[in-house]
């Protein structure tokens, strides 16, 4: 997927001018990168903002349009503002097709529903990393990578190494490094709910006999009298509290 961003020079810098800039319902930003110097730009907000809500726009190349040109881009960086959907800054990175350039591309999770872990052992999946970093040529960036979960299972784990790159893609991995992108558990309440169920059944040597129980359950009688009284004796305080609080 294409996408096309247009863009103005921005002439005018400092911490009030880009208050009142976006005031207007524009972004300051800046665009780097090549050989060419850095350039002060500023964009609209609402076409940038929704180019945002796009997984694709974040690891696509896009072309840039600024003052009747148009030059090769990516997004590297972009602020918001702490609590409004308002986008502060945005940097772009120039690019050439013949360097290599560093991404972080999306990850997406494919057949979880007809893995082994989940239809067989009602297990759930849980996806540890989202994104990987990459290196390769701008015409051979992905869009996404995508993770074949289809013979994953309960307690097992599918790693960065064992993904399929597309054609001229490189993970940035040391050589030491192959971390876990998925993995197939079972429900934390299923667990919890089994490891209670376990707790509650005695043992057949821990079931008191008969003579046994019946001093046991005086005590806690006498125990639940004893609280009984605790109770009306807390209750009888609290009311004495409020009455003064009253006055």
Same mark, same amino acid.
């Given at each position: ?5 247009? *863009? &103005? ?28 110097? !850095? ?17 694709? @726009?974040? /690891? ?18 972009? &602020?918001?503002? $702490? ?6 800054? +945005? ?17 997406? @999770?494919?057949?979880? =529903?007809? %893995? ?13 990393? &989202? ?6 040529? $701008?015409?051979?960036?992905?869009? @996404? #990578?995508? +993770?074949?979960?289809?013979?994953? %299972? ?14 001229? +893609?490189? %993970? ?6 192959? $971390?876990?992108?998925?993995?197939? #558990? ?7 709910? =089994?490891?209670?169920? *376990?707790?509650?059944?005695? !043992?057949?040597?821990?079931? $008191? ?6 001093? =046991? ?19 009888? !305080? /609290? ?9």
């Amino acid at each position: 997927m294409k996408f096309e961003i247009g *863009a &103005n020079q921005r002439k005018v810098q400092g911490t009030g001018a880009s208050r009142r800039l976006r005031r207007s319902g524009r972004v300051p930003g800046i665009v780097y990168g090549g050989d060419r110097d !850095a350039v002060n730009i500023e964009l609209d907000h609402k076409e940038l903002y929704r180019n945002l809500t796009n997984e694709k @726009f974040h /690891a696509s190349i896009l072309t840039l349009k600024l003052e009747g040109g148009a030059e090769q881009v990516l997004l590297r960086a972009f &602020n918001m503002h $702490p609590y409004k959907a308002q986008v502060q800054h +945005v940097d772009f990175q120039r690019v050439s097709k013949d360097k290599k350039i560093h991404m972080a591309v999306p990850l997406h @999770f494919v057949n979880a =529903e007809k %893995s082994p872990g989940v239809k067989d052992q009602a297990g759930v999946v849980s996806h540890v990393l &989202n994104e990987l970093d990459v290196t390769c040529l $701008p015409d051979d960036l992905p869009e @996404f #990578i995508e +993770v074949d979960l289809i013979n994953l %299972s309960v307690g097992k784990s599918i790693h960065a190494r064992d993904l399929v790159l597309p054609k001229g +893609v490189e %993970s940035t991995l040391h050589k030491d490094e192959d $971390p876990v992108v998925a993995t197939c #558990i079972l429900p934390a309440l299923i667990v919890e709910e =089994e490891a209670a169920t *376990a707790e509650a059944v005695p !043992a057949a040597a821990d079931v $008191p006999t008969t003579a046994q129980a019946a001093p =046991e359950k005086a005590e806690e009688a006498a125990a639940g009298d004893k609280a009984k009284a605790g109770d009306k004796g807390a209750d009888k !305080a /609290a009311d004495k509290a409020d009455k003064k609080e009253k006055k």
